[in-house]
Each structure stands twice: as C-alpha cells, then as structure tokens.
C-alpha cells in the first residue's frame, strides 16, 4: 500500500525559505522509472505541478518557479524534501507531494496536504 | 495560464449523465494519450479516477469513464450521486519532465 505524508511549518514569512518533507511507504525510490513530485493548490483554485525527482536523482521544476525550488531525496529514509526560497503571500497554499509510476503518466497516489500559510 | 481549458462548472440531476471536456491548448494532450482525471472533494487530497485517458484504477465506480479525441479528453459521469460532487481536474504530461493540470470543473449534482 503505498502512502505519502507532507510535513513542515503551516505558517512562514514573506522572504522566507520554505522547507517541506515528503516521506513515503510501499514504494522505493530506487526503483526505475518511479518518482515523487510536489503540486500545490491555492484555496480555492486550480493545481499546479512545481517538482519532480526521479529514481536516478533526475529533478524537474516548473518553469515558472524553477529558480526559487530545490528537490531532493533521501532513499534510505524514504523521504522527498522540497524548498521553496523568498516566500510571497501569493505562496499560500496547500502543497501535496505525489507518486509517479512511470514518466509521461500523471501522479497516482497523493498524501493528505498540507497547508502553508504566508503572512508577517 | 493553464494549457489545459475545462469547464468551470457542470451541474446534472440525480441519475443523469455529465461529461467534463478537457482541451488542450497546445500539444499537451494531442501528443500523449497519458491524461488522467481527478476527483477533489473540500479539504481533501485529488483522487484518481481516470488514467490512460480511459483506464480507471482499482476501486473505481465504472460510473466514470473517460475518452479522448484529437486535442481533447473527456470525463464521463453516468447516474450521478450526490457524492459526485466535486471539483475535477484533468492532467497530461507535457514533455521535457513537466506536467499540467486544467484549471478544474466544479460539478455540482442538483
């Protein structure tokens, strides 16, 4: 059964850097072609895909972000971390990371969420 | 913007049948056949109800069943219940490792 759980401070400050922790069961992340991702959800509006690393250490960003995230991933811990530097009000928003199967698919397992408020 | 266009909102009546477009703007979802579809509720993490464009994993009610056609996908509700609603979002890969969601459809079942 495979299950994610995103963990990290609900509040943080404009400016500040964003630190959130993926950590994972029923799946390794060595093995070819998986991968876990990072989508976040303003309240009330759409999805929005942000990262990706793959098995092989391979990371993805959005384009439009990819200069303020950095993922990593430590197999031995099953966990995924995600950064997200100089955070803005327009930041606030549930991030969920995600398990990815194979390339080219859409995510298949989500964790729960968590919401991450931004305001001094 | 998004590069996948859904409807921002569909409504049906207990019983009835809906279907939800998703059409992409550019390639994304003309090129790879790999959309999936999620159902959302309040507070609650996506579902996944649809992928392959047209595969629905374990679980699943056959209730919901997808297509796709040229540049769009589609979402099909059958006998609506009140548990189906929800806000649904479609997803495609985009290429070159990045991926796309649509800016969602709330349905609501009347």
């Known amino acids: 059964q495979i299950t994610l759980k995103e963990s990290g401070p609900t509040l943080v400050k404009p400016t500040q850097t964003l630190t959130l922790t993926c950590t994972f069961s029923?799946?390794?992340?060595?093995?070819?072609?998986?991968?876990v991702g990072w989508i976040r959800q303003p309240p009330g509006k759409a999805l929005e895909w942000l990262a990706l690393?793959?098995?092989?250490?391979?990371?993805r960003y959005s384009p439009s972000l990819k200069s303020r995230l950095t993922i990593t991933k430590d197999t031995s811990k099953n966990q995924v971390v995600l950064t997200l530097t100089n955070m803005d009000p327009v930041d606030t928003a549930s991030y969920y990371c995600?398990?990815?199967?194979?390339?080219?698919?859409?995510?298949?397992?989500w964790g729960q969420g968590t919401l991450v408020t931004v305001s001094s | 913007q998004s590069a996948l266009t859904q409807p921002a909102s569909v409504s049906g009546s207990s019983g009835q049948s809906i279907t939800i477009s998703c059409t992409a703007t550019?390639?994304?979802?003309?090129?790879?056949?790999?959309v999936s579809w999620y159902q959302q509720h309040p507070g609650k993490a996506p579902k996944l109800m649809i992928y392959?464009?047209?595969k629905r994993p374990s679980g699943v009610s056959n209730r919901f069943s997808g297509s796709k056609s040229g540049n769009t996908a589609s979402l099909t509700i059958s006998g609506l219940q009140a548990e189906d609603e929800a806000d649904y979002y479609c997803?495609?890969?985009?290429?070159?490792?990045?991926?796309?969601f649509g800016g969602g459809t709330k349905l609501t079942v009347l």
């Open positions: 392959e464009a047209s």
């Open positions: 995600a398990h990815l199967r194979n390339p080219e698919y859409c995510f298949d397992y």
């Open positions: 550019s390639s994304d979802v003309g090129t790879y056949n790999l």
């Open positions: 997803c495609s890969y985009a290429g070159s490792s990045t991926w796309v």
């Open positions: 029923g799946f390794s992340l060595s093995t070819s072609g998986v991968g």
């Open positions: 690393i793959y098995w092989d250490d391979d990371k």
